[in-house]
């Protein structure tokens, strides 16, 4: 079992949905959690990172975490066809950040 | 601010050769990292500096060496480049270890 799952997708909704994006990881000594965004053929870009259970938001993100369920979530409200890209969610202790291997996302105007 | 620069950003190799990536930053970041993308296998972590002057092994070392040569720059050599080595190489940089990174646009390399 790896130990971080993400969901390779494609994952296609139409613009203005909002998108929910996840991953399950196994790992309970796990404590920051981040994601990204990354176009194809340039490198990851940093959307959210959080260290803590709950909430955070930032304009259209919204990241989610729930250590006890060991599970993590990106919403992204009002999706536009500028979204469409691959989501990596990276998650661990200090310096060993793992990756997922990413979702796909389309947004169809 | 460039951020994170990366050179080159296509090379092809031969089985055997060997080659230097560079990386550079112009955040003062401390922490720096090398990973590679596979399809399906994600970034992996090859090698990352904590700080200048230290170096520490990921997930994937064997086939790389590294130097933190000062502060803004990181470089990743391929001793004998080995077609399991093709892959695409970024390079990322991060003010502490449990802050998020700054990518490169990395380095599509090809071992043939």
């Known amino acids: 079992q790896k130990e971080v799952e993400q969901d390779p997708g494609p994952l296609s909704v139409p613009e203005g949905a909002i998108v929910s994006l996840n991953c399950t990881y196994s790992n309970s000594a796990f404590q920051y959690f981040m994601w990204y965004r990354q176009y194809s053929r340039k490198g990851p870009e940093l959307l959210m990172y959080t260290y803590s259970s709950g909430n955070k938001e930032d304009g259209r993100f919204t990241a989610q975490v729930d250590k006890s369920s060991k599970y993590i979530s990106l919403f992204i409200r009002d999706s536009q066809p500028s979204d469409s890209a691959t989501y990596l969610c990276?998650?661990?202790?200090?310096?060993?950040?793992?990756f997922g291997t990413g979702t796909r996302l389309k947004v169809l105007a | 601010n460039a951020g994170v620069t990366q050179t080159p950003k296509f090379q092809v190799l031969k089985t055997g050769q060997s080659m230097t990536l560079q990386c550079a930053q112009d955040m003062n970041h401390n922490s720096m990292y090398w990973y590679r993308q596979d399809p399906g296998m994600g970034l992996r972590l090859i090698y990352y500096s904590a700080s200048e002057g230290t170096t520490d092994k990921g997930e994937v070392p064997n086939g790389y060496n590294v130097s933190r040569l000062n502060k803004r720059e990181f470089s990743l050599r391929l001793e004998s480049a080995a077609p399991s080595q093709t892959s695409v190489y970024f390079c990322?940089?991060?003010?502490?270890?449990?802050?998020?990174?700054?990518f490169g646009s990395g380095t599509r390399l090809t071992v043939v």
């Open positions: 990322a940089s991060s003010e502490k270890g449990y802050y998020g990174y700054t």
């Open positions: 990276a998650l661990g202790p200090a310096y060993k950040y793992i």
